[in-house]
């Protein structure tokens, strides 16, 4: 209703007397939500940080370094001097600017190389670049599906998985988390339907566990019937998903440092077996602590702490002792199941880990978070 209301507002010269009860009347609705967010202790705040990312950053408002514990950057790449000078060149030699989408005048030899490079990576006939990852799921769907499809989806699956299950048409089944037998039981009822595809996260990015592919794809061919190459399908999506269609091709530069990245990757193991290893040590001294840690061996390490109001408090005790790491709360993960998640990076030293694990154990007894 009061959509109706901002855009009759809007439509009325700002200095109106009525235009002016609209607006009063939206933003009491929004403080009215605001309010019921900081109440159930899930506000998200933002801290700023003030220097390049890597294991040690610099947050405005506090005077020291602090080790950062909540990156993506697993592989330690985001500051890899390589990496900077290859957006460098990239930057240099291709240009800032997006000139459009792909297929007007959006497509450079930079981006068809690094398409060819992932593919090679993953060993696949072809890949498809997009802005995000993000935007690759919700293009997936939508372009892939019809009302005659049905898509069964893990129910921890990430938001941008579900987004994009919720812009396709197909029949929709959620199966339980990880969980094969109910997978099978959805796969049965979903034999009506002409395509039935399979959504599944690799890796859950906010629990630290991994999708058991192979007996995923052992219950696909026994129920699926047949499946389609991934060429044809990589085809399909730069015709039809919608993100790739309407968005600007990526800018040079990014193109540039990922190509390396991937370089740097393919060159030796050494950078996942560092961080293989830092994440056991993690694991388990952080257990040994009396810890409850989320997932396998994956380098997204959740500590589960169940409360938001405890994970809050204790993310922000573990800055004052020179670590950074965040609560995570609902909508981010279910209700009851605050967390803070710990991500270990290659470019951790020994000595980090182990001061992380000392501050979570000081702040974990001062709230009554352990014994
Ligand atoms: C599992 C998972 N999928 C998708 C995304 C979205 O990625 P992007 O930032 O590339 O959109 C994230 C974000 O961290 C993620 O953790």
Redesign the pocket.
Known sequence: MWAGSVRAALSRAPGSRRAHSALAQLRGILEEQLEGIRGAGTWKSERVITSRQGPRIHVDGVSEGILNFCA?NYLGLSSHPEVIQAGLQALEEFGAGLSSVRFICGTQSIHKDLEAKIARFHQREDAVLYP??????TGLFEALLTPEDAVLSDELN????IDGIRLCKAHKYRYRHLDMADLETKLQEAQKHRLRLVAT?G???MDGDIAPLQEICHLASRYGGYTTGPGPLVSLLRQRARPYLFSNSLPPAVVGCASKALDLLMESNAIVQSMAAKTQRFRSKMEAAGFTISGASHPICPVMLGDARLASCMADDMLKRGIFVIGFSYPVVPQGKARIRVQISAVHTEEDIDRCVEAFAEVGRLHGALP
């Open positions: 993506n995000s990852c993000f935007d690759a799921n990430h938001a941008s998985i996260d890796a859950f990015s």
